[in-house]
C-alpha cells in the first residue's frame, strides 16, 4: 500500500468535496478547484474524511494512487487557508512594487522587469525587500514565485539576488590578494 496514498484527507468545516465524471471538485470559502483524475483510483467519503483507494496493484496505479490524495489534500488546503510563499529581494537598488495587476521588478537590469500576475494569485510587495505570493492553487502559486526567482537568481558571493525566505544560499569567499 502506498504510504502516503494510505492517509486518509481530513475535511475541514465549510468546505465540500465532490467527485463526478472522473473530475474532482472542491469548493470553500476561498474559492473552487477542479482536477480530473484516473478512473483506477476511487474515493470513499467516511465521515470528515476521505479515504483513496486503487484498483490493483500494477505500478502506475500505485503511482496515481499517492499522487491524487497528494492533490485532494493540496485542494482542501487550498480553499480552506491557502498558500504563500515569500521571496526576499537582496542588493542595492533592488526592488519590487505592485501597479494594479503588474508586478515591477527592478533587478539591477538596464531595464525594469515588467510581470502579469495570473488570475487567482494576490501578490503583495513591501519596502524591505519581501514579496508574497498568496493563492489556493499550491502549483500556479509556486511555478510563479519561481519564475520570478529566474529573473535574478541569488548569487553566492554577496548574495544579492532573489531567493525564498526558507532558502539559504551557501556563501563563498572572493578573492584575495597575495602578497
Same mark, same amino acid.
Given at each position: 500500500?502506498?504510504?502516503?496514498?494510505?492517509?486518509?484527507?481530513?475535511?475541514?468545516?465549510?468546505?465540500?468535496?465532490?467527485?463526478?465524471?472522473e473530475?474532482?471538485?472542491?469548493?470553500?470559502?476561498?474559492?473552487?478547484?477542479?482536477?480530473k483524475?484516473?478512473?483506477?483510483?476511487?474515493?470513499?467519503?467516511?465521515? /470528515?474524511?476521505?479515504?483513496?483507494?486503487?484498483?490493483?496493484?500494477?505500478?502506475?496505479?500505485?503511482?496515481?494512487?499517492?499522487?491524487?490524495?497528494?492533490?485532494? /489534500? /493540496?485542494?482542501?488546503?487550498?480553499?480552506?487557508?491557502?498558500?504563500?510563499k515569500?521571496?526576499?529581494?537582496?542588493?542595492?537598488?533592488?526592488?519590487?512594487?505592485?501597479?494594479?495587476?503588474?508586478?515591477?521588478?527592478?533587478?539591477?537590469?538596464?531595464?525594469?522587469?515588467?510581470?502579469?500576475?495570473?488570475?487567482?494569485?494576490?501578490?503583495?510587495?513591501?519596502?524591505?525587500?519581501?514579496?508574497?505570493?498568496?493563492?489556493?492553487?499550491?502549483?500556479?502559486?509556486?511555478?510563479f514565485?519561481?519564475?520570478?526567482?529566474?529573473?535574478?537568481?541569488?548569487?553566492?558571493?554577496?548574495?544579492?539576488?532573489?531567493?525564498?525566505?526558507?532558502?539559504?544560499?551557501?556563501?563563498?569567499?572572493?578573492?584575495?590578494?597575495?602578497?
Open positions: 500500500m502506498s504510504r502516503i496514498g494510505k492517509i486518509p484527507v481530513k475535511i475541514p468545516a465549510g468546505v465540500k468535496v465532490s467527485f463526478q465524471d473530475v474532482m471538485t472542491v469548493e470553500g470559502p476561498k474559492g473552487k478547484l477542479t482536477q483524475y484516473h478512473p483506477v483510483i476511487s474515493f470513499t467519503p467516511q465521515g /470528515n474524511e476521505i479515504v483513496v483507494s486503487r484498483a490493483n496493484e500494477e505500478k502506475q496505479t500505485k503511482s496515481f494512487h499517492g499522487l491524487y490524495r497528494n492533490l485532494l /489534500n /493540496n485542494m482542501v488546503t487550498g480553499v480552506s487557508s491557502g498558500f504563500t515569500t521571496l526576499v529581494i537582496t542588493g542595492v537598488g533592488y526592488r519590487a512594487e505592485i501597479q494594479g495587476k503588474i508586478l515591477v521588478l527592478s533587478l539591477g537590469y538596464s531595464n525594469d522587469i515588467y510581470v502579469g500576475i495570473p488570475e487567482g494569485i494576490a501578490a503583495a510587495a513591501d519596502a524591505s525587500g519581501k514579496l508574497t505570493i498568496t493563492g489556493i492553487d499550491k502549483q500556479k502559486v509556486g511555478e514565485a519561481s519564475q520570478i526567482r529566474k529573473f535574478r537568481l541569488p548569487e553566492p558571493y554577496k548574495g544579492k539576488g532573489i531567493r525564498y525566505d526558507d532558502e539559504h544560499i551557501r556563501r563563498k569567499v572572493g578573492k584575495s590578494g597575495v602578497k
